[in-house]
């Protein structure tokens, strides 16, 4: 009798574990990145505590195309010397993942801090903003118009990154009606809302690596 109320207890307790194990599984899962454009992001800088803009473009892209005065760098991927053709234009590729991002983040930020992820039209960003959410960072924020705002068309951005169809087909139409500048950014994002930035680089905020002198 006592080996079967036992038994019973252990199987109750067994049940109640798998259910909090679940739940808990259920909870991490539905912790997603927010997305805000640029505009909100701007606010958030000037109102709420503790909020930080990460721009995760490639030091060239800081540098030469301009950023946030105020923009943290840490690059999601780094520039590449590889030349290649993509789709139809050619280009020098980004695609070396930066195996350190989380590690240097975690090294200035802390993970109950508002992070507001920036790239160039909201790609490279939205890829970042999750890996931070699987790091344990509570609150991210992917700003999916970017710094300089998606390809033409820009009415729907989160539409036209999910059906890659429409969007060539808007630009096919586009390039066939000779649309002047239709192929340039800066239709959306944080140039277009007339956000400041600079292409001044203060030290406080460049990747924290470049500040350390190569050993010899």
């Given at each position: 009798m006592k080996?079967?109320?036992?038994?019973?207890?252990?199987?109750?307790a067994l049940i109640i574990g798998?259910?909090?194990?679940l739940s808990s599984s259920s909870l991490a899962q539905e912790i997603k990145p927010k997305t805000i454009l640029s505009i909100?992001?701007?606010?958030?800088?000037?109102t709420v505590p503790d909020t930080y803009l990460i721009d995760v473009r490639t030091r060239a892209e800081?540098?030469?195309v301009g950023h946030p005065g105020n923009a943290y760098l840490f690059p999601y991927c780094f520039m590449t010397t590889e030349f290649g053709k993509n789709e139809e234009i050619y280009v020098y590729r980004y695609n070396v993942k930066n195996k350190a991002f989380i590690q240097e983040?975690?090294?200035?930020?802390?993970?109950t801090d508002n992070l507001l992820i920036i790239c160039r039209d909201g790609t490279r960003s939205s890829l970042?903003?999750?890996?931070?959410?699987?790091?344990?960072?509570?609150n991210i924020y992917n700003?999916?118009?970017g710094f300089e705002g998606p390809e033409f068309?820009?009415?729907?951005?989160?539409?036209?990154?999910?059906?890659t169809d429409r969007h060539k087909y808007y630009r096919q139409l586009a390039k066939r009606n000779k649309i002047q500048g239709f192929d340039q950014r800066r239709r959306y994002g944080w140039q277009w809302w007339g956000l400041p930035w600079t292409y001044q680089i203060d030290p406080k905020y460049i990747y924290p690596p470049d500040l350390t002198p190569p050993k010899k």
């Open positions: 080996n079967k109320k036992a038994l019973l207890i252990c199987f109750v798998i259910y909090f194990l909100e992001a701007y606010d958030m800088l000037n800081y540098q030469f983040i975690l090294k200035l930020f802390k993970k970042a903003a999750v890996e931070l959410v699987q790091a344990g960072f509570k700003v999916e118009d068309p820009s009415f729907n951005i989160s539409l036209m990154m999910q059906d």
